[in-house]
């Protein structure tokens, strides 16, 4: 099933295509596996944009979606000229919706970097709990062990505040 195509505050959110992920920057191997998780159904990944015809300036995913533990990962990336302005906020916050409200999962998860204070305050201010700290998790592009920050949100629980 691809992605819907979503409206989300300021932003359009549509499916993700080949060109889309090119045009972000993404590498060649990273593209690949996204697109491939969003062809076998493992993923929804949207492109991140102000309407439906301009080019985007992110993406954001629900991955690794597992239908019958009703679970999946929230995952996204915003280019630098466009941080800073909302847009994965709107984004992000349409999306959990959706995880919850149409496709009726339980829980989403999330992991990232220890320093991304500013992913870190997003994913709280949308209600995710830290779980815990995987130390040495995974390897970072120059090729040493880099921690990896866990926090989720499930479906019961409390909404986002909304912010002044």
Known sequence: MPAPLLKAGTVTLRPLSARDATALGLEPPVAEALLQESSNGASL??????????PGFGWIGLRGIEPLQRRA???????????????????????VA???DTLLLHRLGARLDPDNAAGIALLRGL???EEGHLRGYRIGADGQPRDVLLLSRLRGDSPPRETP
């Open 127 to 129: 209600s995710f709990s």
């Open 98 to 100: 959706y995880a919850f």
């Open 73 to 95: 990962s929230l995952d996204g990336f915003v280019l630098p000229a466009q941080r800073r302005q909302g847009h994965m906020r709107e984004a992000a916050s349409r999306v």
């Open 45 to 54: 990944l949207w492109l991140i944009a102000p309407n439906p015809r301009q």
